[in-house]
């Protein structure tokens, strides 16, 4: 497992294996969901048109957490394959899916290094809300890159860059766009460290061709009417979210 010097991945793990029996539990106004979900502003079991059709294609979900989107894509006949650092989301994500009858395959390991992943495996490697964990966003691309077959794609959704610029209460600008300084919270409650990025969509589209992909679509879900918003969680305001898109889906291809 990947393990760089500034020990980044090590704390995502342990902040993850803290807070998984937190996050799974007491998410918006109880379990999340299980089922395609990119993230605030895209409905729930709406694929945005970019995964297309999943009977019969091999997937892999990159920072699975619990796998509820992995579920539904299981559900919808892919054969999948879930993927995460945290061996506590990993084990909510096996019972979860034992709960739903759906046979996926878990493999604890950075995105950024999954040696016991095989290349030109997959259709589509699929991902939401997990790379603004992950510090090397280019060695996450490359590995997506490697395990994809020819032609496959990768799908993937974070929280957008011009949301975060923003906080949540006020509206008011809170940092730079520009900035490539992470965001730190340290929580006494569970004895961790949580860090999250917040690339630019320029450098994400950058990240993701220097490797060899060739991007096909961007999409900003959302809406204009903050009551079409179910619920709050965190710094997802529905006032902000209905004034600035708290979502972006990438998808790519191979
Ligand atoms: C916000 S959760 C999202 C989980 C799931 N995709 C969802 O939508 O509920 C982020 C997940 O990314 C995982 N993660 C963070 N950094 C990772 C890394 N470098 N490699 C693999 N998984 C990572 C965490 O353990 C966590 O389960």
């Not at 992995?70 to 909510?92: C, M, N, P, Y």
């Not at 096996?94 to 016991?116: G, K, N």
């Not at 964990?133 to 490359?142: G, Q, T």
């Not at 520009?178 to 950058?206: K, L």
Request: aromatic share 12%; glycine share 10%; hydrophobic share 35%.
């Amino acid at each position: 497992m990947s393990d760089p010097q500034d020990g980044t991945e090590r704390t995502a793990r342990e902040w993850w294996n803290s807070w998984a029996n937190h996050f799974q539990s007491e998410y918006g106004d109880g379990e999340i969901p299980v089922g395609i979900a990119f993230g605030p502003g895209a409905e729930q079991g709406d694929d945005l048109g970019l995964l297309g059709e999943l009977d019969g294609v091999k997937a892999i979900e990159l920072g699975c957490g619990g796998a509820q989107f992995g579920i539904g894509v299981s559900k919808r006949g892919a054969d999948v394959t879930g993927v995460d650092i945290s061996e506590e989301q990993l084990a909510f994500a096996r019972s979860l899916a034992d709960e739903h009858d759906q046979d996926i395959e878990f493999v604890e390991s950075s995105v950024t290094e999954m040696p016991t992943v095989a290349s030109e495996t997959y259709d589509i490697a699929f991902s939401a809300f997990a790379f603004q964990w992950v510090r090397d966003l280019e060695a996450c691309f490359a590995e997506a890159y490697r395990v994809l077959k020819e032609d496959g794609k990768l799908v993937f959704s974070v929280d957008h860059p011009y949301y975060k610029t923003l906080d949540a209460e006020t509206g008011e600008f809170e940092r730079s766009y520009f900035s490539d300084e992470p965001r730190r919270v340290y929580s006494e409650e569970f004895d961790a460290e949580m860090v999250i990025y917040s690339r630019g969509v320029g450098e994400t589209v950058s990240l993701l061709t220097d490797v060899g992909f060739t991007v096909e679509a961007i999409r900003e879900p959302g809406y204009e009417d903050p009551d079409c918003y179910e619920s709050e969680y965190g710094s997802f305001a529905p006032e902000l979210m209905a004034t600035v898109p708290p979502t972006i889906v990438y998808s790519a291809r191979k």
